[in-house]
């Protein structure tokens, strides 16, 4: 009863946190789709991909039980058909709270079709690609799997598609550890 109680009030806080902080503007989902542009691990997908889904914030956060929450639109080429929300909660050690932007690339009209098909998941054991400035890494922040290796100079990263889909992170603050289960739900209106 107590763990109920604990993570409806994390995730409240965090959705209410995400609602009137004003952390997504308008043209939030432009800058954000810059910020992955100028990777050059995630350039090629721009070029290549059926479609994408952006999420400009998503914050997560939890005490032993935690929850992560974004909203987000989806992109069939360069137009936005549709918005998404995505949802996350997790059972297991963890502490501490992070916000970061994601990108969801979709390889052709079937990826898109699953994730646009009202609600789409993704298993507990799937990652992402991390861009940051500092490093290009495998993490875990549930996404599609994709393999790189630690960025800088010289350094060659991979990152390809699995199931159709591709995701990468970036990590804007926050600071959370965490050994958690579970995978991120999403929720799709067409426009």
Do not use: C, W
């Not at 549709?82 to 970061?100: D, E, P």
Request: proline letters at 2%; glycine letters at 14%; charged letters at 15%.
């Amino acid at each position: 009863m107590m763990k109920t109680f604990r993570f409806f009030s994390v995730l409240g806080l965090m959705v209410l946190l995400l609602n009137f902080s004003g952390l997504t503007y308008a043209d939030s989902y432009s800058n954000t789709i810059e910020v992955f542009k100028k990777s050059p691990v995630a350039q090629p997908f721009f070029k290549n991909a059926y479609g994408y889904a952006v999420f400009p914030t998503i914050g997560k956060g939890g005490i032993g039980i935690g929850g992560a929450y974004g909203k987000g639109q989806v992109y069939q080429g360069a137009k936005v058909t549709g918005m998404s929300k995505l949802f996350k909660a997790t059972i297991g050690f963890q502490l501490g709270g992070q916000s970061f932007s994601e990108i969801i690339f979709f390889k052709d009209k079937r990826a898109y079709d699953d994730f646009t098909s009202g609600n789409f998941e993704f298993d507990a054991a799937a990652s992402a690609v991390a861009i940051t400035a500092s490093a290009e890494a495998k993490t875990g922040t549930e996404g599609t799997k994709a393999s790189a290796g630690a960025g800088g100079p010289g350094v060659h990263t991979k990152a390809k598609y699995k199931k159709g889909m591709a995701v990468f992170v970036h990590i804007k603050g926050g600071l959370m550890y965490e050994a958690a289960i579970g995978g991120q739900k999403f929720s799709f209106q067409a426009m």
